[in-house]
């Protein structure tokens, strides 16, 4: 959730700390602050707040000429926000400062320690513990002192490092939590996220876990915990600085929303060759399919609800029982599963706590992992034996829409590989399928074409106070991300129901002008969500209809309704990529017409890399 970067170079650290930081905002945060050298010292300088409070604290960075430091914009998880607990933090003797990003889960066993030896703490965070580790542990050796601290941590940790006695250099180490770093001519850089860094460079170095580096104008070296130097290939970032920039739309969030088309056709056609399905060296032959006889599908959030469409797709294809899991449930329920089990793992960032640390239990029992990632390098991508890569490209809004809908491409390729492996579909059947998954770029194209009505239609409803959201089968496991769509970003209570569970308890809230969304793009059950739909407008309900053009039954009940969106079809399995279009853009408009912080909506982060 947090955001850090460090920068030495050859120019004043404080304005790349500052760019750094304010790309990272997307993470969320409540405070934000950066430490540089000043006077042979470190000098802090933090604040609660926006980053606009710091920018205006230390005006800008004017002044503060010191070319080496580090920042950090904090999402609080020990402690209140405030600026005591604002990062950076120092040691009591002021020789050390950390950034930290995730979780020490033995702080408060290493705070009495070193309270037992006379230090005193300023702050609520479990991050000035390890300021003042590095002090106890200091033998006037930086890499040696650091790997003698981080072997006593246990949680999750990058952690950027001053020390005032090295102006100029910057020290880095992480274990489960996000950090790479930057290679330019003109300074070196560490940070969260890539949309930091590209101001600077495309040039990219991944840690994996227990790595240190230490950054110098010049060189960038890295270290395992024994001080080994390890060599490491640079990455080259090939997507523009454009990419994480609003490119002319007025929030990131319309802007991914529309780049769906193209996100799809990247992580589609490369996949697809010579009319079969090639999934980047993954490759599950029909005897190890057959061993399989259940997967597990496991994620939190939106990528859950992509698992629910999952278990759907692939249970229909392939004809393995399939269950959809939210991952921080998964772990503490004495997970059922061993060497017959399959897991798949679901993250857009491939940092979040729950769903990782799911994927390392699945893996201590014995399931073969699969996981579907869109940051290449990250501790998930890491963890698994096969990754899977959504080539979404960066994505900035705390709401996820691209990187949704490319995980969901992700599922049907596999589902339909797997299928073919096993022969529970013939070839005429693959051949239809694959056609559809290649046209749903297309498909998603006509479907953004929905936004003016969808926008008028947001006028009307903007000030609800409660919204419902029905379907059957794969309509509900849409309704599922349509509701936490409009929840999340707009602020109103809304929920998701199985279509049929209305009678059993959730029909006794629709009163006059309840707005209700039906979801009806599953053909073979569009009679029973219409005999839904009356029950609900026969108690007041308003009702929006989303359903596939061009059917003759929905176009006889559309009298039945009070508004209807149709959409292309395509084959039934496939349809929630695009009936979940105008879904996105229901939340987006009414958001916008209620003057939400869409980007960065109130409590949410990006990555959720605590539990």
């Known amino acids: 959730m947090c955001g850090i970067v460090g920068f030495t170079g050859l120019k004043p650290a404080a304005p790349v700390l500052l760019q750094g930081l304010e790309r990272l905002e997307y993470r969320g ?5 950066i430490a540089v050298f000043k006077n042979h010292k470190i ?30 914009t904090r999402w609080a998880t020990h402690g209140k926000p405030s600026d005591v607990n604002a990062h950076p933090h120092k040691s009591q003797n002021g020789k050390f400062a950390v950034v930290h990003n995730g979780i020490i889960e033995n702080y408060a066993a290493l705070k009495n320690m070193l309270i037992e030896h006379g230090y005193t703490f300023v702050s609520e965070t479990d991050t000035e513990v390890v300021a003042h580790l590095l002090q106890f542990n200091d033998d006037g050796d930086m890499l040696s002192t650091i790997s003698k601290t981080i072997r006593q941590l246990e949680g999750s940790y990058a952690l950027g490092i001053l020390n005032a006695e090295l102006p100029g250099d910057v020290y880095a180490v992480r274990c489960a939590s996000p950090l790479l770093v930057g290679v330019a001519d003109e300074g070196n850089m560490i940070a969260s996220d890539i949309p930091a860094i590209l101001p600077l460079t495309r040039k990219i170095l991944y840690l994996n876990d227990n790595e240190i580096v230490r950054l110098t104008a010049k060189k960038v070296e890295i270290f395992d915990l024994d001080l080994n130097p390890l060599f490491r290939e640079i990455t080259t970032i090939t997507w523009d600085i454009s990419a994480a920039e609003k490119g002319g739309y007025e929030h990131f969030m319309i802007k991914e929303i529309m780049e769906q088309p193209k996100a799809l056709s990247d992580t589609i056609a490369p996949r697809i060759k010579d009319g079969d399905i090639q999934l980047d060296g993954v490759s599950f032959d029909k005897e190890t399919l ?29 004809r393995i029982p399939v269950i959809a899991e939210i991952a921080s449930e998964f772990r503490y329920n004495n997970p059922i599963v061993d060497e017959q089990t399959l897991v798949i793992i679901i993250s857009q960032s491939g940092e979040t706590a729950d769903t990782l640390a799911a994927l390392k239990e699945a893996r201590k029992r014995g399931a073969t992992t699969l996981s579907i990632v869109n940051v290449v390098g990250s501790s998930i991508a890491n963890a698994s034996e096969h990754v899977l890569y959504t080539w979404a490209g960066p994505e900035i809004s705390v709401a996820t829409t691209k990187a949704y809908s490319t995980q969901l491409a992700m599922i049907y390729l596999i589902g339909l590989k797997f299928a073919k492996e096993l022969g529970t579909i013939d070839s005429a059947a693959f051949s239809e399928m694959l056609d559809a998954i290649k046209a749903l770029p297309e498909k998603a194209q006509t479907a953004l074409q929905t936004a003016p009505e969808i926008e008028t239609l947001a ?8 919204a419902y959201f029905i379907g059957r089968n794969l309509d509900y496991a849409v309704a599922l991300e349509a ?27 629709i009163e006059d002008g309840t707005f209700v969304v039906a979801l009806s793009c599953c053909k073979q059950l569009q009679m029973k969500t219409m005999s839904n739909i009356v029950e609900v407008k026969s108690r007041g309900a308003e009702v929006l209809l989303i359903a596939c053009e061009n059917e003759p039954f929905i176009e006889n009940h559309l009298k039945d309704v009070d508004h209807a969106i149709t959409v292309p079809s395509t084959h039934p399995l496939f349809m929630p990529s695009i009936e979940v279009i105008p879904m996105q853009l229901l939340g987006y408009y009414i958001a916008k017409a209620r003057n939400c912080d869409i980007d960065k909506p109130k409590n949410l982060a990006k990555s959720v890399t605590v539990e």
């Open 29 to 33: 945060y409540d405070s934000a602050g």
């Open 290 to 318: 057959q061993k399989f006889k259940r997967i597990h599908i496991v994620a939190c959030g939106s990528a859950y609800h992509v698992g629910v469409v999952g278990k759907y797709v692939i249970e229909e294809l392939t």
């Open 459 to 466: 006028q009307r409803y903007a000030y609800l106070e409660h």
């Open 483 to 509: 509701s936490l769509k409009l929840k999340e970003v707009s602020y109103i209570h809304s929920e998701a129901y199985a279509a049929g569970e209305l009678k059993h308890g959730t029909i006794s809230l």
């Open 43 to 72: 000098s802090v300088k933090k604040s609660e707040g926006r980053l606009k409070t710091l920018c205006d604290l230390i005006d800008n960075g004017n002044g503060m000429d010191s070319t080496a430091g580090i920042g950090h």
